[in-house]
């Protein structure tokens, strides 16, 4: 069966430090990779998602940026946070074919930036 | 921007059917609707997905207009557990799922 990680469950993280999230998957082939944002009391929000290795596409301007060196691996980074970046980051991943597109989430990870 | 419209929040009582309305008057014709929900601090949980038909799964059942411009997510016998945010979602033209601010469902007993 298919999983997916996300670590740290938690962080806090001063203006201007750098940062990292990681996601990967375990149980499935080249899938899309997503990361999304939700900021306290909204919806989610898209901002990077990957059809394959190497492969990024941003849905919107910020001061974070993704790769994705493995098939299954998606990584969010940060070289200054900004007190704006605060929000609770979802990792999904969904396959490539087939009709549904259905959408599989990771744990998150809460961002605290101080 | 969402393409979804849902209430922002409704009460329903522990062992009644919760309905939770959505519109999305602009969907196309091959695109699905898809039910989601959120459990605090938790990842979007899915539900149900649908394109015409009716759909019933262990979960949930999902009734979908004629038209396609609005469905319906019912919760057949609501529990505490039930309480959550519910996102009616469509798809973007990336893949990905474009979420609303969904409607909080309050389970009480």
């Known amino acids: 069966s298919q999983t997916i990680h996300q670590w740290p469950a938690t962080l806090v993280q001063p203006v201007g430090s750098p940062l990292s999230l990681e996601c990967t998957v375990e149980g499935t082939s080249n899938p899309n990779l997503y990361w999304y944002r939700q900021a306290a009391g909204r919806g989610l929000q898209l901002l990077f998602y990957s059809v394959g290795i190497g492969q990024i596409s941003s849905e919107v301007p910020q001061n974070l940026s993704a790769s994705r060196p493995q098939d299954r691996q998606f990584i969010l980074s940060s070289k200054k946070l900004l007190l704006s970046d605060s929000g609770f980051y979802l990792c999904?991943?969904?396959?490539?074919?087939?009709?549904?597109?259905?959408?599989?989430f990771g744990p998150g990870t809460r961002l605290t930036v101080l | 921007d969402a393409k979804t419209t849902q209430p922002p929040s409704m009460d329903c009582a522990e062992g009644r059917a919760a309905n939770l309305p959505c519109n999305h008057s602009t969907i196309s014709g091959n695109e699905y609707v898809y039910w989601y929900r959120q459990i605090h601090s938790q990842g979007p949980q899915y539900i149900i997905h649908?394109?015409?038909n009716n759909e019933t799964n262990e979960m949930a059942s999902l009734i979908i207009t004629e038209d396609r411009k609005s469905s319906t997510l019912i919760l057949p016998h609501a529990t505490l557990r039930d309480t959550a945010v519910y996102y009616c979602i469509v798809r973007g033209s990336q893949g990905n799922l474009i979420f609303g601010k969904g409607t909080k469902l309050s389970v009480k007993p």
């Open positions: 999904a991943w969904s396959l490539l074919a087939g009709p549904y597109n259905e959408q599989f």
């Open positions: 649908g394109l015409k």
